[in-house]
């Protein structure tokens, strides 16, 4: 997670927590079980492949999104159009992160999404507060068809009314506890885990 509460997961170095307790909810294999059937079911849900795009919220999100983008293409022998979202001008807080956010490119397929079946990826879906400013993002590109949201792990905590079509996993944890996904383009390696601060005493 980013400076979001439900946004892709913290840089490593903020990870570094000698007080923190993790518990691996999703190893590697289950990791990829998961968005296995997650992509069979964005294939269901949206009818089919024709119109279809990805769209990958920055950072996590677009390696997940790219994931499924490969078992689309060995289920369906299609390679569908694949963007990302960078939220950071859309965030609602982003006046205290200080005068120079860092914000990374979004990058539009050239198909567009005019029109088209729009699926949002994203890692833990908490709040809600991210993919709110994703779609305010995604309305300023064009007018899809449809919207869906899929995200690998959902955790309880909403503060908008924000519910994701397509869940890896479910999970309750703590207000105290951090729900993590790793990607190896960014981590090293493929997991889900939980963070608990000050550990389970």
Do not use: H
Request: overall charge negative; charged content about 30%.
């Amino acid at each position: 997670m980013s400076l979001l509460p439900d946004a892709t997961s913290p840089d490593p170095e903020e990870r570094v927590d000698p007080v923190e307790e993790r518990v691996v909810l999703m190893d590697a294999e289950a990791v990829r079980l998961a968005l296995a059937r997650m992509a069979r079911e964005v294939v269901e849900r949206a009818e089919g492949t024709e119109g279809l795009v990805l769209l990958g919220i920055r950072r996590r999100g677009v390696e997940l999104a790219e994931r499924l983008r490969e078992f689309i293409q060995e289920g369906e022998g299609v390679r569908v159009p694949f963007g990302i979202l960078d939220i950071t001008l859309y965030r609602d807080d982003l006046q205290e992160i200080g005068l120079r956010p860092v914000v990374g490119e979004s990058e539009l397929p050239l198909e567009g999404v005019d029109g088209r079946t729009v699926v949002l990826v994203d890692d833990v879906l908490y709040t809600g507060r991210t993919v709110r400013a994703a779609l305010n993002e995604l309305m300023d590109w064009g007018r899809p068809a449809r919207i869906l949201l899929c995200v690998l792990v959902d955790r309880e905590g909403r503060e908008l009314p924000i519910q994701a079509d397509i869940v890896g996993r479910s999970v309750g944890v703590l207000p105290r506890q951090r729900v993590e996904v790793l990607v190896p383009e960014e981590d090293g390696r493929l997991a889900v885990e939980v963070a608990t601060r000050g550990g389970t005493a």
